[in-house]
């Protein structure tokens, strides 16, 4: 029984789905802002704060559990625990928002606007 269970599979292989995740997070982190649909970006959002969560630690550990969840990418690693960690040093979490942009015309899925605040 799926009890309590509320990560989304978005009709992935567990595999598909972790790499999608980590492409997400390391384009969001990137980027600071992406766009993607609706159920990508609410499936990846907690990704996302929990990394940013770990930059606010800062210490070898944090680096070490942000290198496993996005790859071998030590650029993506430094700008997370440079910059992106200390710029929410005094929040206590909603580093991202979704803001919607409406349909897709090719097959009308919800767009949305995944960003750091």
């Given at each position: 029984m799926r009890h309590r269970r509320t990560r989304n599979k978005l009709s992935r292989?567990?595999?598909h789905r972790k790499a999608l995740f980590m492409n997400l997070s390391r384009e969001v982190l990137?980027?600071?802002?992406i766009q993607?649909?609706?159920a990508k970006a609410k499936a990846v959002k907690p990704e996302v704060e929990k990394l940013i969560t770990l930059a606010k630690r800062g210490d070898q550990h944090a680096r070490r559990q942000a290198m496993s969840q996005l790859g071998q990418d030590k650029f993506i690693?430094?700008?997370l625990f440079a910059?992106?960690?200390?710029r929410y040093e005094d929040r206590q979490g909603g580093y991202t928002r979704i803001l919607k942009l409406g349909p897709r015309k090719s097959?009308?899925?919800e767009m949305v606007l995944l960003e750091l605040v």
């Open positions: 292989s567990a595999s990137q980027h600071e802002r993607t649909t609706e690693v430094y700008k910059e992106i960690g200390p097959d009308a899925t």
